[in-house]
């Protein structure tokens, strides 16, 4: 007989991968959502994001109505990467994808999108950071480190590198992100400084300044070209765990760069105007100077072997880095989350749902998650360790001054393929 009360799903995280999986599930009657999510508003500032064919694509299946807007939203182009110098060195080539699409789009877009596509009552509560998940004889009792509790039949985890639910999946064969041996210095600037202190061309293109060992620089536009999104990427062994709050000075900033050209230069210096983030605030930021703010550092973290990315007993499935955490070298990490809610909603888990009778009982609802959860990870999960392993082999290549045009293709390229499985 069906209970009369709902089935609660609690999703854990709400980024790009928590927004899309919510904008896409089949609704049924018994099933709510309620979505957590551990920073609070007004949200840090972000930066950008390479949308491939792969990621259009997938989107397109799964939520045509998504797709239709992230493809509107997008500065689509033909262009993957036009290839410059570092330092002084010859012109190198522009790589188009064989699709003919590429796109970009700032993370602040991308969330207003998703949020654009959620069910009318859903409800994100911020502030909420999960601390524990207790097994209950019929359900999960869920601690967040704010002191509040919520009780949940599912849950899915979409909180990121670091996630508490891949450790809760995982158990004993739980192990956590490694530090990858790379920095990015990360910024977002106003494309009429860029315009003015280097030109136009590198105000509206997408670039990558190779050809010198130990670091890489890509350059793209966002916001309809209201932006130029930096990402300057260099080898540092020895992890310094600089935290959040660093701050860089221009003087630290550059000695990451040696060998730099002039222009090279120039963009690391230019700083930042009035930020606009997302439609709840605008803060002041000074990026990638020495005035007040520093620019944002991440020390790169990855997944080396994959683990398992359900556990039948909590009735727990994870999603995008939570489950396949990868380095961001071939634009993979968000594409790859894509993919893998793709297989899940559309592929296993929707169907399944739209079959089951109105009044199923939770434990009807709870096996129909679980086999959904065995297929997706049986699909996707092979997939997901040869882009996690491309993705660190890529970085070696953009940091090595390797010049040759299939070496630094031909991963990418097989990304873009994965359409042809979709």
Same mark, same amino acid.
């Given at each position: 007989?069906?209970?009369?009360?709902?089935?609660?799903?609690?999703?854990?995280?709400?980024?790009?991968?928590? %927004?899309?999986?919510?904008?896409?599930?089949?609704?049924?009657?018994?099933?709510?959502?309620?979505?957590?999510?551990?920073?609070?508003?007004?949200?840090?500032?972000?930066?950008?994001?390479?949308?491939?064919?792969?990621?259009?694509?997938?989107?397109?299946?799964?939520?045509?109505?998504?797709? %239709?807007?992230?493809?509107?939203?997008?500065?689509?182009?033909?262009?993957?990467?036009?290839?410059?110098?570092?330092?002084?060195?010859?012109?190198?080539?522009?790589?188009?994808?064989?699709?003919?699409?590429?796109?970009?789009?700032?993370?602040?877009? #991308?969330?207003?999108?998703? +949020?654009?596509?959620?069910?009318?009552?859903?409800?994100?509560?911020?502030?909420?950071?999960?601390?524990?998940?207790?097994?209950?004889?019929?359900?999960?009792?869920?601690?967040?480190?704010?002191?509040?509790?919520?009780?949940?039949?599912?849950?899915?985890?979409?909180?990121?590198?670091?996630?508490?639910?891949?450790?809760?999946?995982?158990?004993?064969?739980?192990?956590?992100?490694?530090?990858? *041996?790379?920095?990015?210095?990360?910024?977002?600037?106003?494309?009429?400084?860029?315009?003015?202190?280097?030109?136009?061309?590198?105000?509206?293109?997408?670039?990558?300044?190779?050809?010198? %060992?130990?670091?890489?620089?890509?350059?793209?536009?966002?916001?309809? *070209?209201?932006?130029?999104?930096?990402?300057?990427?260099?080898?540092?062994?020895?992890? %310094?765990?600089?935290?959040?709050?660093?701050?860089?000075?221009?003087?630290?900033?550059? /000695?990451?760069?040696?060998?730099?050209?002039?222009?090279?230069?120039?963009?690391?210096?230019?700083?930042?105007?009035?930020?606009?983030?997302?439609?709840?605030?605008?803060?002041?930021?000074?990026?990638?100077?020495?005035?007040?703010?520093?620019?944002?550092? #991440?020390?790169?973290? $990855?997944?080396?072997?994959?683990?398992?990315?359900?556990?039948? +007993?909590?009735?727990?499935?994870?999603?995008?880095?939570?489950?396949?955490?990868?380095?961001?070298?071939?634009?993979?990490?968000? $594409?790859?989350?894509?993919? =893998?809610?793709?297989?899940?909603?559309?592929?296993?888990?929707?169907?399944?749902?739209? /079959?089951?009778?109105?009044?199923?009982?939770?434990?009807?609802?709870?096996?129909?998650?679980?086999?959904?959860?065995?297929?997706?990870?049986?699909?996707?999960?092979?997939?997901?360790?040869?882009?996690?392993?491309?993705?660190?082999?890529?970085?070696?290549?953009? $940091?090595?001054?390797?010049?040759?045009?299939?070496?630094? $293709?031909?991963?990418?390229?097989?990304?873009?393929?994965?359409?042809? =499985?979709?």
């Amino acid at each position: 007989m069906a209970e009369s009360s709902k089935f609660c799903v609690a999703i854990i995280g709400s980024g790009p991968i928590g %927004k899309f999986i919510i904008s896409s599930v089949a609704p049924h009657p018994r099933i709510e959502y309620v979505q957590f999510e551990a920073e609070t508003l007004p949200l840090r500032p972000s930066f950008g994001y390479g949308i491939g064919p792969q990621t259009l694509t997938t989107t397109m299946r799964l939520n045509p109505a998504v797709g %239709k807007e992230l493809r509107n939203q997008c500065i689509i182009g033909p262009v993957w990467m036009t290839f410059r110098p570092g330092g002084d060195g010859k012109e190198l080539p522009t790589i188009e994808t064989p699709q003919g699409e590429y796109g970009r789009i700032g993370r602040e877009e #991308l969330l207003e999108l998703l +949020d654009s596509f959620a069910p009318s009552n859903h409800e994100i509560q911020y502030g909420k950071k999960l601390k524990s998940a207790v097994k209950q004889p019929r359900d999960l009792k869920l601690e967040f480190e704010d002191g509040t509790e919520y009780t949940a039949n599912a849950v899915w985890g979409c909180d990121g590198m670091n996630s508490l639910c891949r450790k809760l999946v995982q158990g004993a064969q739980y192990e956590p992100a490694t530090y990858s *041996g790379m920095v990015v210095f990360r910024n977002k600037v106003d494309s009429r400084k860029i315009t003015d202190a280097v030109g136009k061309v590198y105000a509206a293109e997408t670039h990558m300044f190779i050809g010198i %060992k130990g670091w890489h620089i890509l350059t793209f536009p966002i916001a309809y *070209g209201k932006f130029l999104n930096i990402a300057a990427f260099a080898v540092e062994e020895v992890q %310094k765990k600089r935290g959040r709050e660093y701050k860089t000075s221009t003087d630290e900033l550059l /000695s990451y760069f040696p060998g730099a050209s002039s222009t090279v230069q120039t963009l690391l210096r230019v700083s930042s105007q009035v930020l606009a983030i997302s439609h709840f605030k605008l803060i002041q930021l000074q990026m990638l100077n020495d005035e007040p703010g520093g620019c944002v550092c #991440l020390e790169l973290m $990855s997944m080396e072997t994959l683990g398992t990315f359900y556990n039948t +007993d909590l009735c727990m499935t994870t999603f995008g880095d939570a489950a396949n955490g990868m380095l961001p070298h071939i634009a993979g990490s968000m $594409s790859t989350g894509f993919i =893998g809610v793709t297989t899940f909603v559309h592929d296993e888990f929707n169907p399944r749902i739209e /079959s089951l009778e109105a009044d199923a009982s939770d434990a009807e609802i709870a096996g129909v998650f679980m086999k959904a959860s065995a297929a997706y990870e049986t699909r996707h999960r092979p997939l997901a360790q040869k882009l996690v392993d491309y993705s660190v082999e890529q970085g070696s290549i953009f $940091s090595g001054a390797v010049l040759d045009v299939d070496r630094l $293709s031909m991963r990418p390229k097989f990304l873009w393929q994965t359409v042809k =499985g979709i």
